[in-house]
């Protein structure tokens, strides 16, 4: 097992780091497998290629934070604040993030297979080529997000907001869902 001391934390594998100040940091590549990193802040840091395997980041600051290309798999994000953040490649595969906060954020080609997704804010968020099958969006607010050649078939859009999100015809929709009916522009 790595551990690295940054800002005067260690960080490695199960490092507990709740409330750390991290905001600015580079983390590239970083293993914080099952790491504890609840009211963390991340704002702007930089986690390009992390592995966050099962890590707590409840209500966590990673506003206009680089997570791309990482590992987020069975993740718990609930009310984390992802807002501006750049999440392009990552795996959230049967993460959490219920009530989280992912405005205006880069989710191109990212992986939510199975997500909790409940009352989540993905406007204006960047969706295009995401895999979304069987995620739960349950309430989530895609307002004016892209979702062009998305894949979202199974999935649970319950009460979702979609008024003004950008779809193409290679967007795929779960069985009996009407896009056009919930509001969603076709470019």
Known sequence: MVVVEVSGYEIGPKARLTKADLAGVD???VDLERAVLVQAELSEASLPGVNLHQSDIRWANLSRADVSESNLREAHLTGANL????CH???FTDANLYGADLQSSNFRQ???T???LVQTNFTRASLQGACLVDA???QANLEEADLSEATLTGASLWRAKLRGAIATEATAWPGSFDPVAAGVIFE
Do not use: T
């Not at 807002?83 to 750049?86: C, G, H, L, T, Y």
């Open 27 to 29: 983390l590239s590549g």
């Open 114 to 116: 199975g997500a909790y």
């Open 83 to 86: 807002s501006s953040a750049d």
């Open 89 to 91: 490649g990552s795996d």
């Open 136 to 138: 739960c969006l349950w």
């Open 110 to 112: 990212s992986n939510l």
